[in-house]
């Protein structure tokens, strides 16, 4: 089966996240003013080929483990969906 | 052969002919090594340059760390041989756990690029060896993320065991408790984000780099 992953990066919670800072105070500057928290992370996509979906999730976990999520100063969500056999 | 001390060029380091000629005008011996190499050779120490390893793409030496050298990177650390990451090397060291914590962007986002004061916190290291705690060391600092981040209980064994070898005298981007540089528990592996290499030939203005190379070249024989 091949799976489509979504990998979603995001900066720990008591980690300040400069690049959200920025975005809202230039959202203020263009008066939206009801915007508050905004935090920055990152959005990798990928296709999996796997024999189901809970050996695809194990990759996709071992893969963020071994490269692309840094524990000490971020966490990831996974999605997954299959696309095709 | 003789042995001599190996600076790391990934694709994207730019200051590997820096570090390499300063550590010549020191009188020290040393040689440019490429990342795809498997074999440190007769080796006395490992310099990791600042630059953009790989891009810095996913994040600063999260790719670099994988590079085939690393390895052997990582045995001749944990030998006890003399490693030190300067800039980009200290992100390579964090990412490949070498060094603790981690280096995120810089608060504010500016880019910085000064000449700026620095205090030495300990002498307990192969980059400090020669130094006087509490000295403070003018050093080029040129990086946007430099910002040091570590969780309560590593800035905790940091602080028991001495480990913070660097600090800035003031806080510039955002580093907890203005950490500079640390080392390892052994004090043979270090990381900066400063570029010592920067001062050290009066030529370029500064000077106080000299004695944290000289200390690193004395640990390498």
Same mark, same amino acid.
């Given at each position: ?30 008066? +939206?003013?009801? &915007? ?7 959005? &990798?996509? +990928?296709? &999996? ?28 969500? &996974? ?7 | ?17 820096? @570090? ?25 120490? @490992? ?5 953009? %390893? ?14 085939? /050298? ?12 003399? @490693? ?17 914590? %981690? ?15 620095? /205090? ?5 290291? @192969?980059?400090?060896? %020669? ?17 040091? /981040? ?19 005298? %003031? ?45 690193? /070249?004395?640990?390498?024989?």
């Amino acid at each position: 089966m091949v799976y489509q992953v979504q990998i979603i990066i995001k900066p720990l919670e008591q980690i300040a996240n400069p690049e959200g800072q920025a975005i809202e105070r230039a959202l203020a500057a263009l008066s +939206f003013s009801t &915007i508050d928290s905004v935090r920055v992370g990152k959005v &990798i996509n +990928f296709n &999996i080929r796997a024999v189901d979906s809970s050996e695809a999730h194990e990759l996709t976990q071992a893969i963020c483990n071994k490269l692309l999520v840094n524990p000490v100063m971020q966490y990831s969500e &996974i999605s997954i969906t299959a696309v095709a056999d | 052969m003789t042995s001599s001390i190996k600076i790391v060029t990934f694709p994207g380091t730019n200051c590997e002919h820096d @570090v390499l000629k300063q550590i010549q005008y020191l009188q020290g011996d040393a040689e440019l090594i490429w990342h795809q190499e498997t074999n440190l050779g007769s080796c006395s120490g @490992v310099i990791l340059p600042g630059g953009f %390893a790989h891009g810095d793409y996913l994040r600063p030496g999260a790719i670099a760390r994988f590079s085939p /050298i690393m390895d052997e990177v990582i045995k001749f650390a944990e030998s006890g041989g003399p @490693v030190l990451g300067i800039c980009n090397g200290f992100q390579v060291l964090t990412e490949c756990g070498l060094l603790a914590g %981690a280096l995120s962007i810089n608060n504010g986002l500016r880019f910085i690029c000064k000449t700026l004061p620095c /205090i030495l916190e300990t002498t307990q290291s @192969v980059l400090t060896s %020669a130094g006087q705690v509490g000295k403070e060391l003018l050093l080029p600092v040129n990086h946007g993320e430099g910002n040091y /981040i570590c969780d309560d209980q590593t800035l905790d064994y940091l602080k028991e065991n001495d480990l913070i070898v660097l600090t800035y005298a %003031a806080d510039i981007n955002g580093s907890i408790d203005r950490i500079a540089g640390i080392r390892n528990k052994a004090g043979n592996v270090v990381g900066l984000m400063p570029h010592p290499e920067r001062a050290v030939d009066p030529l370029l203005g500064y000077t106080d780099g000299q004695i944290l190379l000289q200390s690193f /070249i004395n640990a390498a024989k």
